[in-house]
């Protein structure tokens, strides 16, 4: 069972960055798409950004120009980099990746999740 570990969520004031990180021991991120969502409170979790096995990567339009979506070279580690942040960007994010099953891509997997705070 692949488990997916996120880290660096945060407190920053509006207009500031942070650089969320995943790592999967024994997962390769660039063998099936992988994601980043976020729910915030009340709301339900949305998709913010998603790189596919191709490197494709798509935004939702709420973060586009501002987050951008990525894997380290070795393809064992995925990050999410945060610029410019607004107050509407407080939210839980959860690292997603696909699952591998008879060698296929499959079912979404999730990580435990990692605050995210902006303050005005």
């Known amino acids: 069972q692949v488990q997916l570990v996120e880290s660096g969520g945060g407190s920053v004031q509006a207009g500031g960055s942070l650089k969320l990180s995943c790592a999967a021991p024994?997962?390769?991120?660039?063998?099936?798409?992988n994601a980043w969502y976020r729910q915030a409170p009340e709301k339900e979790r949305e998709l913010v950004a998603s790189?596919?096995?191709?490197?494709?990567?798509r935004y939702s339009d709420s973060v586009k120009g501002r987050f951008t979506i990525s894997l380290d070279n070795a393809k064992k580690n995925m990050y999410l980099e945060m610029n410019s942040l607004k107050t509407e960007d407080t939210a839980v994010y959860y690292c997603a990746a696909k699952s591998i099953k008879w060698g296929y891509c499959a079912g979404w997997m999730w990580g435990q999740g990692t605050q995210v705070t902006v303050s005005s």
């Open positions: 024994g997962y390769i991120f660039g063998d099936c798409e």
């Open positions: 790189i596919a096995r191709t490197g494709f990567t």
